[in-house]
């Protein structure tokens, strides 16, 4: 496998610079060619502490093989690494390029991972953070034309973000897995008419009694999986996702899924990250509370906010109060840690 740093190509791994992560990357690529079976990952800790997890060797080549045929991945393709080895979606992105024998380019993680890029790239996975702070940069933005196709997972991607990444010339997908999946199993392609998400290769999908996911991928040793996420499928091979059974509201008997309700307000809270959660209440067993990334509003301006809210949701949904949290803890890849 060859590896690009910066346009310089080395055959030593290593001799790859301190700065760029080599550390992690040498730590893992020593981890992949030896004599194990598995290597170690980590869940991303968004329900919990992160776990440590086996990941079998076979089933990350699997998992590469299924990406790379459907993104077109080959000995002659440039992949981007600008995520950790230490987490799934980095470790996954250099076994793409060692299954395909295509080159990596690697950069330092960072929050704009673009900077210093200066040639094409087939292939590239960033969280939606770094997407955001690449498109906030003008000089760091211009660099999208280099890339041609972008998954982005880790956290969810806004509405606000899909719209902004429809003036961009690459094709985008949010992408649906976990650690325990070897990375995704599914990809939902940005600003298309669809919403949801479509497996990849011969991934199936059901449902348990909790309307949950249930996955099944015969290219993987554990070949099904059950999660705790609620969709609506649309035959065996698609689905939309309508929220975590773990962040269900029952409300007065009523269910609420606060990722529905948090898609609605999309635009109305500018600037400020939220979520909406769920709290107990004497009246009702639970309420709807939203909570904002930010110092606490005046009254005006909060009573601002709740008259908009009713206009976009149903009266079920409307939160009963709004809280302030001067920053969320959030995981590895950006996603928000909800409390209550």
């Known amino acids: 496998m060859e590896i690009v740093l910066n346009d310089n190509r080395y055959s030593d791994i290593g001799k790859i610079p301190e700065s760029l992560g080599g550390p992690d990357l040498v730590s893992f690529l020593t981890e992949w060619f030896d004599d194990r079976e598995y290597v170690i990952g980590h869940t991303s800790g968004s329900t919990g502490a992160p776990k440590e997890i086996r990941l079998l060797k076979s089933d990350m080549e699997a998992s590469a093989r299924l990406t790379n045929e459907f993104f077109g991945i080959n000995a002659d393709s440039v992949l981007l690494l600008c995520l950790s080895p230490n987490y799934i979606a980095g470790k996954m992105m250099i076994v793409r390029a060692i299954v395909a024998g295509a080159n990596l380019l690697v950069v330092r993680p960072s929050s704009s991972p673009l900077k210093e890029i200066e040639r094409p790239i087939d292939f590239a996975a960033m969280v939606p953070m770094q997407v955001q702070e690449t498109l906030a940069d003008p000089m760091s933005r211009n660099k999208f034309f280099f890339v041609k196709q972008l998954i982005i997972g880790g956290a969810a991607v806004s509405p606000a973000l899909e719209s902004a990444l429809s003036e961009m010339p690459m094709r985008c997908f949010a992408t649906y897995g976990m650690t325990e999946t070897v990375s995704h199993i599914a990809l939902r392609e940005l600003n298309t008419d669809y919403a949801g998400y479509t497996a990849l290769g011969d991934v199936t999908f059901s449902q348990d009694d909790r ?116 920053h969320f803890q959030e995981t590895y890849s950006g996603k928000i840690i909800r409390k209550d």
């Open 211 to 326: 309307m949950c996911l249930c996955i099944h991928a015969p290219h993987l040793s554990n070949a099904c999986f059950v999660t705790n996420d609620i969709v609506r499928l649309s035959g065996k091979k698609r689905f939309e996702w309508l929220g975590r059974y773990d962040n269900v509201i029952n409300s007065g008997g009523i269910k609420l899924f606060p990722e529905e309700i948090e898609a609605r307000l999309s635009g109305s809270i500018p600037d400020r990250r939220y979520y909406v959660t769920g709290v107990a209440d004497e009246r009702l067993g639970q309420k709807a509370v939203l909570v904002i990334e930010d110092e606490h509003w005046d009254e005006l301006r909060i009573a601002s906010l709740m008259q908009t809210m009713k206009l976009l949701l149903s009266p079920y949904q409307v939160p009963k109060e709004i809280r302030f949290v001067s």
